[in-house]
């Protein structure tokens, strides 16, 4: 938007554009070593004590040799994404013009595929740097249909992923998100809402409202990503995708009567065409 070359002066540029004159010449600072190692020991932290808040974390890391004040851990789980997950009344606000809609799927009992498709984002550590992976996933069968990684939380890398699983495989009757504003925005809602899938959201910090994709994250996590080292993001988006279609293709699932996410998805399919 501001043209460096233009015979006003930044500061009329900036003042006609309605910015702050600072945010012309804000340049971001990369993480330091020290900040990524503590971020990816936080995630380890989180993704086994997802209840634990920063003064938890803070505590955690002090027990370990890591001086951090709870100021820091706060603003660290803010970069990743991440905050304490529990039950709790519903007080926060959405963003500005944003809708929360209802959680549908208590009670509901889910046995086939494309009955409830559910979407989140986590935070994926590399060797210097991080990114962000979504992914869509069918709830009865655990098959992961779409997925992105980006170096952003915007919307939209999220709805890129949901307009490729309506591509691929139709559509599901449910689509289950949590509140993030990547989820409540026109810009994600407005797919489902064109194409008549219900929608529905978690209770605001419960993680239990869609735990079939913290399962996925946590197998993600400890049978991938904790053991890579990713040199670049393109390093990262093809080693999680060479993970993914393994995940799909060759990992059993014991919920799934030790079939792979592909053989539930695509024979219950079968058996309903057939019918």
């Known amino acids: 938007m501001i043209d460096r070359t233009h015979d006003l002066s930044i500061a009329r540029q900036a ?33 086994e004590h997802p209840f634990m808040g920063a003064r938890m974390l803070r505590d955690m890391l002090n027990r370990e040799g890591v001086p951090i004040g709870r100021r820091h851990v706060a603003t660290l789980m803010k970069r990743m994404g991440i905050e304490a997950i529990y039950r709790r009344p519903n007080t926060s606000k959405p963003a500005p013009g944003h809708k929360i809609h209802p959680y549908l799927l208590g009670g509901l009992k889910i046995e086939k595929p494309n009955h409830v498709w559910a979407m989140d984002i986590t935070y994926i550590p590399m060797a210097r740097g991080f990114v962000y992976l979504a992914a869509v996933v069918d709830w009865a069968t655990r098959r992961v249909l779409a997925h992105r990684v ?9 709805v890129e992923a949901l307009e490729e699983a309506l591509a691929k495989y139709g559509k599901p009757e449910i689509f289950n998100t949590d509140q993030g504003s990547q989820f409540t925005g ?3 809602t407005g797919v489902l809402t064109k194409n008549a899938i219900a929608i529905s959201m978690d209770g605001k910090g419960s993680w239990r409202d869609n ?7 946590r197998s993600v ?35 799934l009567d030790a079939r792979t996410p592909d053989e539930a998805y695509f024979a219950a399919q079968t058996i309903a065409t057939a019918a």
């Not at 735990?211 to 994250?217: K, P, S, Y």
């Not at 040199?231 to 919920?255: K, M, Q, W």
């Open 15 to 47: 003042k006609a554009l309605n910015i702050s004159r600072g945010s012309v010449y804000y340049q971001p600072r990369p993480v330091s070593a020290q900040d990524l190692k503590i971020m990816r020991r936080i995630d380890e932290l989180h993704l």
């Open 221 to 255: 996590k400890y049978e991938e990503v904790y053991l890579r080292a990713y040199e670049s993001v393109g390093d990262a988006r093809a080693s999680i995708t060479g993970y993914l279609t393994f995940y799909n293709e060759g990992r059993p699932h014991s919920s």
């Open 150 to 158: 980006s170096i952003t939380m915007e919307a939209d890398f999220c």
């Open 186 to 188: 026109a810009e994600f």
């Open 211 to 217: 735990v079939f994709v913290e399962r996925l994250w």
